[in-house]
Structure formats: C-alpha cells, structure tokens
C-alpha cells in the first residue's frame, strides 16, 4: 500500500495492465518512467497533508501537478482505436473525496448545532470523529462563511444557564483543532470573529483535555504569520503561560509549541515577557520540566533586551550552567551556551560566576572543544571575553 492510499489499484493501472497484454509496452514504459498516477487520488492524498511520494518514500520538494500530456493521447487514441469511450478523468470522482450524501449529511449536523443540548451533543460529537478522520470534511467547512458561526454557536454567551457543557466544549475546541490542521482552512478558522476568543475562553475554564486542544489549535492556526499577529493581539500568551505554569503533563507539550510559534514575531516576544514567560520557563527549566521545548524557547526570547535583563535577575546563569554539564542533547547545550553569552554581553555582574564555574568544572572550554559549530563559538566568544577580564584585572 502506498502512502496516497489506492493510487496503485485505481482503473487507470488496471488499463495500463490491460494494455500491457495487447503489446503496448510503449505506454507501460512511459507510465513508468514519468512516475504517472490518477490525478484525483494525488489530489486526495495532498489535501489530506501527505507530502511523501508514492513512489521514493521521498518527502516532497512541491506539490506542483503536471499532467502528462503523451500518456493521456497515447490512451486515448488505443481506446480510439479499440471503439472504447473514454470518460472524462473529471467525472470520475470529486477531488475531495465528498459525495452529495456526505455533504448532506455534514449540512444537517451544522443544524443540530443550534437545536437542543442533547442534538448539539451528538452532531458536536460526530464532526469531531469526521473531521479527524476524513481530512475531506475539514474542507467541507470552507465551503460556506456560516459553517463555522454554527459550529461554534452552542459556545456563544449566554446559550446555557448553567455555563457551557464541558464535554460539549471538548467536542467542538478538538473539532477547531481538526479544521486548523488543514492548510486552506488556517486563515478562515483564525479570523472567524468568534474563535480565538472562544480559544482562549476554552484555555481558561475547559477540562484538561479541552484546555490542550485549544493550546494546540493555536500553535496549529500560528503556523501562518498573519495568524501570529492576531493571536498575540487577541491575548492568548497569557493563558497560554498561565496553563504552562500550572505544569499539567497533558498540556505542556501543546502550550509549549504555541508559544514557541508565537514568539517567532518580535511583538509576541514582548508581550511574553510583559506576560511572565521567563520567570514560568525558567522555574520549569529548574524543576526538569520539557527542558527541550522551554529551552528552545527561552533562547527565542533572548533577542529581547527585558528578557535577557530578567533572566539575569532570576538566576539563569546558574540554571543554564547546571542544564549543559548534566545534559547529553546538543542542541540543549547549544541554546543553553547562546542565552549566557548573550546574559554576559549585556552584565559584567554575571562574570564571576562563569569564572567560577570555569575553575570548578570546566563547563565553558568542554563545549568549546566538543559542542556544535555553535556552541563552540559562543563558548569560544565567553572565554575570550573572561581572558581578557582576567588579563584586565592582573593589569589594573
């Protein structure tokens, strides 16, 4: 089975088989070299988020389709020849994969939303098992500009006396995530007026499960940098860094992602800061805590001047000092070694410690002698530096 699933049993192949037997190895030769496949089901497999060809097991460098003009005139013209009608490849399956029955069916449960609670419950139930596992029914909501306001209408304020049914809200935040994941649908769900309030809503008073779904449908949604930008004006860091800092295992990982994506802008940088992020990540940092995702963070944050001016004032110098002997990950090593020389550049007070620490263990020229190319250089630059302090003082 290849990765496009069915692509190497659809009618084509068999005609190219059939064709095969009546001595047209010109075609089967053609078919072969020029990697040709049923463009509908290449189409399926692309909007489902595959990007592996069926062929290599390569991931691929485009998704650009060329059609394969002489393969299609030389089936032509043996079905010409034979008397045998050619159908129109476009008739043959709708490139989504969608009947007008799943259609329908997709159209009523959009209208249970905006009945009673146990309908709600059910149809929120159902298109959160549809969406996740028939990718084309996370198209199906790009169809129509009122395909989300009803999905999400049962989370509107107000609808319920007694507040949002939990496991209602799971349903319907878990369907969002689903619909993020598909490419066309990032800039619709994103600005759909009513969802990343009710994202960050959901962040706030969900379930667990509900709190990190809503976390990774923003990293999800952040994936486009217009999308970074309206998350981070909407608000959403500080839940997100308030969820981090309550620490529960089910939502780190998801929390952590969002925030990295986030922070990638130099708007959200500042607005993490201002929110608590280095104080959380690094308190995490301190207790072992997704160490990776947070470290990989906090060096993002280390191009900001107030962030760098905290982690002095926290005791990252020590924090990151202790992370690089006791790790064997490189690339924590490496985002550990690039905040300190950025700690020391911008405070002399932070020197004696790295002197310190350099006459105990020996932490700075290790890495500048078996880190990465970067980590050896920003070792390199840190001892540089505290030679010539040294050499300054024995002068003076």
Partial sequence: MSTFQGVDERPCDCFYRRATKRSSEDLICVVRKRKTYDRPFIQKGLKAGNRICPRTQQVLSHTILTPNHLVREMISQWCKNRGIELSDPVLLVNEDGITESDRDHFLSLLQKMSSGLPEQKEAAKELRLLTKRMPSFRALFGESIHAIPQLLSPLSEGKFEDGIHPELQEDVITTLLNLSIHDNNKKLVAESPMVIPLLIEALQSGTIQTRSNAAAALFTLSALDSNKALIGKSGALKPLIALLDEGHPLAMKDVASAIFNLCITHENKARAVRDGAVRTILKKISNRMHVDELLAILAMLSSHPKAVEEMGEL????????????????????????????????????????????????????????????????????????NRTVNLTHTA
């Fill in 315 to 386: 005791g990252a110098v020590p924090c990151l000092l202790r992370v690089i002997r006791e790790t064997n990950c490189g690339r924590n090593k490496e985002n550990c070694i690039a905040v300190l020389h950025t700690i020391c550049l911008n405070d002399r007070t932070k020197w004696k410690e790295i002197r310190e620490e350099e006459n105990t263990y020996g932490t700075i020229s290790e890495l500048a002698q078996n880190g990465t190319s970067r980590s050896k250089r920003k070792a390199s630059g840190i001892l540089d530096r505290l």
